[in-house]
């Protein structure tokens, strides 16, 4: 394949906004939006309305709860029993702390996994950096990359839609 | 690009000033913060600052290698008085992180846009503050080479530790709130250190950032998953920030020492900790706006809610220090009875009457809006709630430790020149440490920045 996709830059988010609803309203699929910090609403624009980072999470919250619960109860039931004050052996009100805290840190390490992971991070390599334009993606520009692997694309025909979203710029993007 | 409309909204809704002056486009905002870690030269402010935070942290190194080579003896410690500076010292650092994580996570969840400059280098104060109280337990072991005993795993003497214990607690709430913080404040710093490398001169600096930024592109799909992991994280930290200083003060509150046994303190831990964190974070905030002329961030509306902030907790603080003193008189106990006395009167007396001058007394002259616009009263009164809050923690360690039940028990506590060493030693390394974030990261969060402006300027529809 000749090219990754084709890159329009733009200069405020309510354009590239836009121009991403304007591009999946043509019929792309395969696109997605570069933005500086989060716009709300344009994820949604290219079509990505659901993602499995809240059940994860809470799976390995829960995964938590359960492990520090089992652990105060086998250390003070199981593998070292001894009278404390007259108390039970299991006397589950005081394994709460530790249940709490534990839920509290897997939760949170599944987050952060969970969000990596599902954004395929890190990444050593990626094409759209090989757009010189691209450099400024973190800091005042935004982009929208419609790839070739799409069904619609057609390297004439994606460029000269792009130009009609008036961008600053479009470019081709290298494999 | 930031016209009129961003006047009018700061105007309009911000009695006390904008949260980001006017005037600042994306580009301006990237700049002025990236700047400072990758284009402007060190300033000889950071040498001079940062040269004595190494001096001071190699006393701390010091004192640490004389207390390995003979052990607790060097300090004050004995019995009755246990637990001295290094306990005083842990919950009083412990606090101080407590704002770190109240700032990021909680003012995110209520929406309050005036986190958004302060909250990065709040949450690296809160990591370097708990490394600070982190040592002191580990230091206070007495064998501190076997540390490791304080955790469950499988060991050839067939022990496991004590899940009943408060102090067991204690170190799955401290590790926890380490771990969770770390995870909060790289979060945050992913998409900012991609603006770094993309924008270092560099080669070697490119290569630095793009290790710890992952491959970060600002993908829409990447920035829906992490805003909801951010939101997460946040809606976890929220109940852990609590839960730790409520651990940490059932350490005290499960024991039978009076002065100690009362169902006040969880509350008025927390509120005390957030109490000193909010002066931490002022006492921080005004020498940075200043040496690196952020004051376009940092705005005299950041500093006068951080005033109102310690003016709110600090009236929780005196609520408990009244209750305290009510329970004392109401319990009957002559031993509780005893310990007000002494506390307020004893030999350790004057400590008590510093502790409510300067938490409570002091700061009411924080209702005066006078007060709270002048920059040099603000930063006196951060210094002030600090000395004050370790007052409290000295206060509540050894007044109720020195006399409890049997006079023929009785003590008293001094602290030898190795206790303030590896005091003075910690607020070294805690300098020292935020010296070197604020050379090496961006010390406020850019991408919420250029966020911000976005939506004062109503380029975005808030959901």
């Known amino acids: 394949m000749a090219v990754y996709g084709l890159m329009a830059e733009f200069e405020e988010p309510g354009a590239l906004l836009h121009a991403a609803e304007r591009a999946y309203a043509s019929g792309y699929r395969k696109l997605d939006a570069y933005s500086p910090m989060p716009i709300h609403g344009l994820a949604e624009a290219i079509g990505f309305t659901r993602t499995a980072v809240s059940p994860i999470v809470l799976v390995g919250g829960i995964l938590g709860c359960i492990s520090g619960f089992t652990l105060c109860w086998w250390m003070a039931a199981v593998a070292y029993p001894h009278v404390v004050a007259g108390r039970p052996f299991n006397s589950w009100p005081m394994w709460i702390p530790i249940t709490f805290e534990l839920t509290v840190l897997f939760a949170s390490l599944t987050s952060l996994l969970a969000m990596l992971g599902l954004n395929r991070l890190p990444q050593p390599y990626h094409p759209v950096f090989n757009v010189p334009a691209f450099a400024r993606a973190s800091t005042d520009r935004f982009f929208l990359c419609i790839e070739a692997v799409d069904p619609v694309f057609d390297a004439e025909g994606t460029w000269k839609f792009l130009e009609t979203l008036n961008p600053t710029s479009v470019a081709e993007v290298e494999p | 690009m930031t016209s009129d409309p961003v006047e009018t909204q700061l105007t309009v809704h911000d009695p006390d000033g904008p949260v980001v002056a006017p005037g600042h486009s994306y580009e301006s905002i990237t700049e002025k913060i990236g700047a400072i870690v990758i284009t402007l030269r060190t300033p000889r402010h950071w040498w001079i600052g940062a040269g004595i935070a190494f001096l001071v942290v190699n006393m701390l190194m010091t004192a640490i290698a004389w207390l390995f080579w003979r052990g607790v003896g060097i300090w004050g410690v004995n019995v009755p008085i246990a637990w001295g500076f290094a306990i005083v010292n842990f919950v009083w650092w412990i606090g101080i992180?407590?704002?770190?994580?109240?700032?990021?996570?909680?003012?995110?969840?209520?929406?309050?846009?005036?986190?958004?400059?302060?909250?990065?280098?709040?949450?690296?104060?809160?990591?370097?503050?708990?490394?600070?109280?982190?040592?002191?337990?580990?230091?206070?072991?007495?064998?501190?080479?076997?540390?490791?005993?304080?955790f469950p795993y499988p060991n050839t003497m067939g022990l496991w530790p004590q899940p009943r214990s408060p102090l067991l607690w204690d170190v799955f709430a401290v590790s926890t709130y380490g771990t969770v913080s770390l995870i909060f404040w790289y979060i945050g710093l992913i998409p900012d250190v991609a603006s770094l490398r993309d924008r270092a001169p560099q080669m070697w600096k490119k290569r630095v950032f793009g290790i710890l930024a992952l491959g970060w592109r600002g993908s829409a799909r990447h920035w829906f998953r992490y805003e909801i992991a951010y939101l997460l994280l946040a809606g976890l930290a929220t109940p852990l920030v609590v839960s730790v200083h409520t651990v940490v003060s059932f350490d005290f509150a499960v024991s039978m020492v009076p002065g100690w046994h009362t169902t006040i303190f969880p509350p008025y831990f927390v509120a005390g900790a957030i109490y000193s964190g909010f002066a931490m974070t002022l006492t921080l905030a005004i020498p940075l706006r200043k040496f690196y002329h952020l004051e376009d961030f940092i705005t005299m509306r950041h500093l006068q809610n951080m005033g109102k902030v310690m003016l709110a907790t600090g009236m929780i603080v005196a609520y408990g220090y009244s209750m305290e003193a009510f329970f004392a008189y109401y319990s009957s106990d002559k031993f509780e009875l005893f310990m007000f006395k002494n506390r307020t009167t004893g030999p350790y007396g004057p400590f008590y009457g510093l502790l409510i001058l300067f938490n409570i007394l002091i700061p009411q002259l924080l209702w005066s809006k006078r007060v709270r616009s002048s920059i040099p009263a603000l930063f006196i009164m951060s210094l002030v709630v600090n000395t004050g809050m370790w007052l409290e923690r000295f206060v509540i360690v050894i007044t109720s430790l020195h006399r409890d039940f049997m006079p023929s028990a009785w003590g008293m506590y001094y602290p030898t020149k190795w206790d303030i060493m590896t005091y003075i030693g910690t607020l070294g390394f805690f300098s020292f440490a935020f010296y070197l974030f604020v050379r090496l990261l961006p010390a406020i969060s850019m991408f919420e920045m250029r966020d911000l402006i976005d939506k004062k300027a109503g380029k975005q529809v808030v959901h």
């Open chain 2, 97 to 150: 992180g407590h704002a770190g994580t109240l700032i990021s996570a909680i003012l995110l969840l209520l929406k309050q846009d005036w986190r958004t400059s302060i909250n990065r280098f709040a949450e690296a104060m809160t990591l370097f503050a708990v490394a600070c109280a982190g040592m002191f337990p580990v230091l206070h072991l007495g064998r501190p080479q076997v540390f490791f005993w304080l």
